[in-house]
C-alpha cells in the first residue's frame, strides 16, 4: 500500500464537516484559507510593488513582469488540474468512508503534479523567448520579462507540489495547516525582496529567485505534514504504481479550475496584444495593476468558495443534503455582500488601490477610468464562483467546465479582440470585455446551477425519506 491505512482522530485542529453548525464549518475552513490566500497574493504582489518602485524603470520593468503573468497563470493551472481537480473527489470519498479511495487519489494527483512540474520546466525554459514575444513583449520589455520567467520557471515543481497538494490537507479539515503552508513562503518573499532587489541590485531576477525560494520551503512543509503522524491520509511512496483510471477522474473533474486558470492566461495574452496596439506599454502596465487589483479583490470570495467545497464535498458523500443546503445559501448570500461591497471601495477610491503598485502619473491618468469600466458590475462574480463551487463540490465536471469557457473563452477573449476596433472605443473596449463577461458568464452559472442541482438534492432526500 502506498498509504498509512489507519485513519486519524478528528482532532489537532482538524474540522469535522459532519458535525454543528454549517456556517461555522464553512468558516473554519475559509478563514484560514482566506489568509492563507491573501498570504499566496503577496508571493506576486510584494514582486510588483517593488519592480514598481525600481527608479527610472519601474513602469517598464512592471510591463515586463505583466508578460509573465500568463506563463505563471498556466503552472497554476497544472497545479489545480490535480490538486482542485483531486481534493473534492477525496472529500467525497471521506464523506462516504472509503479512506482507501481518498488515499489512492492524493497520490496518484502527487505523482501527475511531479511529472507536469518537470515537463512545463524544460518547455518553458526552452522556448522562453518566442513565448513572451508572442505573449507581446517588445525588445524594451523583453529583458525584464526574460529575466524573471527563467528563474522563476526553476522553481516549477516546488509551486506544483504546494499549489497541487495544499488542497489535500484542506480536504482533510487541517484549514490551518493549509494557511501555514503558505505563511511561511510568504514571510519568507517578503523579507527576501528588499534584500535581493535593492540590497544586492538584482532587480526583477532579486523577485524572481525571492519566490521560487519560499516556494521551496512552501513545499518542504506540505510534504513533511502529509508524510507525518498527524495527517490522517498519510503519502508514503513506496510501491506506488500511477492508476490512470483514477487519474482520469481527476483530470475530468479538475479540467475545470485547468480551464479557468488556462483561460485566465488566454485572457491575459489577448489583452496585452490588443493593448500593445491601441495603448502601448504603458497600457499593459496598467492591465498589470488592474490585475493585481482584481486579484486582491477576489480573493475572499474564492476563499469562501473554497471553503465552502469541502464541507459541500462530505456532506453529498454522507448524503446529508440539508447541510449541503445550508453550505450553498450562506456561500452565496456572503459572496455577494463581499463583492458588492468591494465594488464600491474601488468604485470610491481607485486612485489609493493603483498606488499601491505605481505612482507614475502617466499610469495613474490611464488607469483610474480604466479601472472604473473594468470593476463595474463586479458583484456578479460572486454568483460565478458560487455555481463553480457547487459544480466542482458535487463531481459535475461537465457543468464545470462548460462554464469555465463560457466566460473567458466564449465571452471575454472575442470581446477583447473585437469591441476596441467598435465605436472608437479602443484600449477601453479590451476593459469592457470583463464586465460584460461577468454578468452574462455568472448569472448562466448561478442559474443553471439552481436549476440542475437542488432538484437533485430534494430527490436525494426524498429517496431517503421513502
Not at 114 to 129: D, N
Request: glycine share 10%.
Amino acid at each position: 500500500m502506498l498509504f498509512h491505512n489507519q485513519p486519524h482522530p478528528h482532532g489537532g485542529g482538524q474540522v469535522d464537516f459532519s458535525k454543528g453548525d454549517v456556517r461555522r464549518s464553512v468558516l473554519a475552513v475559509a478563514a484560514p484559507m482566506l489568509v492563507a490566500q491573501v498570504l499566496n497574493l503577496l508571493y506576486n504582489i510584494v514582486d510588483r510593488i517593488y519592480i514598481g518602485k525600481l527608479p527610472g524603470e519601474g513602469t517598464l520593468a512592471l510591463a515586463g513582469l505583466g508578460l509573465c503573468f500568463p506563463v505563471i497563470t498556466l503552472v497554476t493551472a497544472f497545479a489545480n488540474l490535480f490538486g482542485v481537480g483531486g481534493s473534492p473527489l477525496c472529500s467525497i470519498a471521506r464523506g462516504e468512508g472509503d479512506h482507501d479511495r481518498a488515499r489512492r487519489i492524493m497520490s496518484n494527483a502527487y505523482f501527475m503534479l511531479l511529472v507536469c512540474g518537470v515537463g512545463l520546466t524544460v518547455l518553458g525554459i526552452a522556448f522562453h523567448k518566442p513565448i513572451l514575444y508572442l505573449l507581446g513583449a517588445s525588445d524594451e520589455t523583453y529583458p525584464y520579462a526574460a529575466s524573471y520567467m527563467v528563474i522563476y520557471l526553476l522553481g516549477t515543481v516546488f509551486v506544483m507540489t504546494s499549489l497541487g497538494l495544499n488542497p489535500y490537507i484542506n480536504c482533510q479539515g487541517f484549514a490551518k495547516t493549509g494557511m501555514l503552508t503558505v505563511l511561511l513562503g510568504a514571510a519568507v518573499n517578503i523579507a527576501l525582496d528588499p534584500i535581493l532587489i535593492f540590497g544586492c541590485g538584482l532587480g526583477v531576477r532579486g523577485a524572481a529567485i525571492a519566490t521560487v525560494f519560499s516556494q521551496g520551503l512552501s513545499a518542504l512543509w506540505v510534504l513533511r505534514f502529509l508524510t507525518g503522524p498527524k495527517t490522517e491520509l498519510r503519502l508514503q511512496f513506496r510501491g506506488f504504481r500511477p492508476d490512470w483510471g483514477c487519474v482520469r477522474r481527476i483530470v475530468a473533474l479538475g479540467t475545470s479550475s485547468f480551464v479557468m486558470s488556462f483561460t485566465d492566461s488566454l485572457v491575459q495574452v489577448a489583452c496585452n496584444a490588443t493593448l500593445r496596439t491601441f495603448g502601448g506599454d504603458l497600457y499593459i502596465s496598467v492591465m498589470t495593476v488592474i490585475n493585481s487589483v482584481r486579484q486582491i479583490a477576489q480573493t475572499p470570495v474564492m476563499a469562501l468558495s473554497d471553503g465552502a467545497s469541502p464541507v459541500i464535498s462530505y456532506n453529498y458523500g454522507a448524503r446529508s443534503v440539508p447541510r449541503v443546503r445550508k453550505a450553498i445559501r450562506f456561500m452565496t448570500q456572503l459572496g455577494f455582500a463581499y463583492t458588492l461591497l468591494i465594488w464600491g471601495c474601488i468604485s470610491l477610491f481607485p486612485s489609493l488601490f493603483i498606488m499601491i503598485f505605481n505612482q507614475d502619473p502617466d499610469l495613474l491618468a490611464a488607469a483610474v477610468p480604466s479601472l472604473h469600466i473594468y470593476f463595474f458590475g463586479f458583484v456578479m462574480m460572486a454568483f460565478q464562483f458560487s455555481g463553480q463551487s457547487v459544480f466542482k463540490s458535487l463531481n459535475k465536471a461537465k457543468m464545470a467546465i462548460f462554464f469555465s469557457l463560457l466566460r473567458k473563452a466564449v465571452i471575454v477573449v472575442p470581446l477583447t479582440l473585437i469591441l476596441p476596433h467598435l465605436a472608437g472605443l479602443g484600449v477601453n473596449g479590451v476593459f469592457l470585455a470583463e464586465p460584460i463577461s461577468n454578468v452574462i458568464g455568472g448569472l448562466a452559472c448561478y442559474l443553471t446551477m439552481r436549476r440542475t442541482v437542488m432538484p437533485e438534492l430534494s430527490a436525494m432526500e426524498a429517496a431517503q425519506k421513502g
